[in-house]
């Protein structure tokens, strides 16, 4: 734990606790209830790559607004497109309907570059890798509990007769109401938050131009690496073993635990190996069981494969997080993590799209070949980078917490 934990840091991590069970929820039921409205593999990539299209076009301006006019400004834009999102998504069955959804759900997440940078202003540096992997372990568990909402479906199914069409839509509600209580959660942890904002007019500038190129790099390829396969998961298991959503909910449930507890070793690899070296190592060590996955036989081993990749790829996690914001100057917080996070978006609007079209057209399983092969490379990267910037001491570009 960090040493120091502030109401709005203990509002802020409640808030994500709600967010993380509609999340869960979410991730085992939506592309199961999209097959079921008979669309395939490339139509679903298509929609998810609208909200990625979304986030990509306004995820800049929203960092460099939220940097000159306040942060909290910026999110209530985003949450006002919830209301709209909810009605589209539970109302539509076209493809262009999804679409537009998915657009309007990209330009609210775009609104969200404001969060890493709130959260870093509650701790101080020394306490950034421990607070980093709280957020994490907090984000995953309750994304855990959500994905048993999964046996949901099922269960109307076989004891009610319910069509899996239906029973995933009153799925959907639950998320729903999940994700709503949140917010106001998410507004009450800016009270006593005096936000640094730039001084003069409206103009882009940005000091640590190098870190930002090289960390929008850097996550160019491993959104690459991840959306390439992981983005049609549940569609993949579905097709190859026939799995729905009670299997899929207990494999998320399962694997979560994997990730909030890699998120809670974090901070002490880090203290052992240092950030970069950490995060180099659990990158390069998740390739091989990214590699078993096409390779397993069964849904069990796949499962095995499929949990140990991401304990140990989300040890890197909250480490990537903390470099990045110890690099950064407080007052363009904001901004450098929009250009990073746009930089991600042009991996993620590709990445559905290409393995939609390599499930369809070519084999099921390239796309897991071809996505490990792209996290060789976003190991790589990292130590080649930045092994300059990690050894730079960053106690000038940060205002400590009393």
Known sequence: MPDRLSMSAKVYLFANILNGLGNGTLNVVLQLYLMSLGFDSVAIGSIVTMNFIGMMLFTIPSGVLADHYGKKKIVLLGFSLSSIIIVLILTARSLWMFRLAFFLQGINNATGVVWTPLYSSFFSKKDMDRAFGLLGFVRILSNAMGSLMGFIPPMLVHQYGYTFRYAYWLTLIIAVGFFVPSMPFYLLSFRGIVEPKREGGFRFTLRSKGVVAKFGLISLIGALGY???????????????????????????????????????APRISQRLGTL???????????????MIPLAPSFTWLSVAYILRLFSANISTPLTSSLFMRLLYDEEKATANSIQVMASQGGNIVAPMLGGRLMEQVSLDLPAYLGASLYVAYSLSFYLLLREEATISTSARETEMP
Do not use: E, H, M, T
């Open 277 to 291: 070296k950490a995060i180099v190592a659990a990158l390069g060590l998740c390739v091989p069981f990214y590699l």
């Open 227 to 265: 959306g390439v396969f992981f983005s049609l998961f549940p569609y993949y298991l579905n097709k190859k073993f026939g799995i729905q959503s009670d299997a899929l909910g207990i494999l998320y449930f399962l694997s979560n635990f994997a990730q909030a507890g890699a998120n809670i070793l």
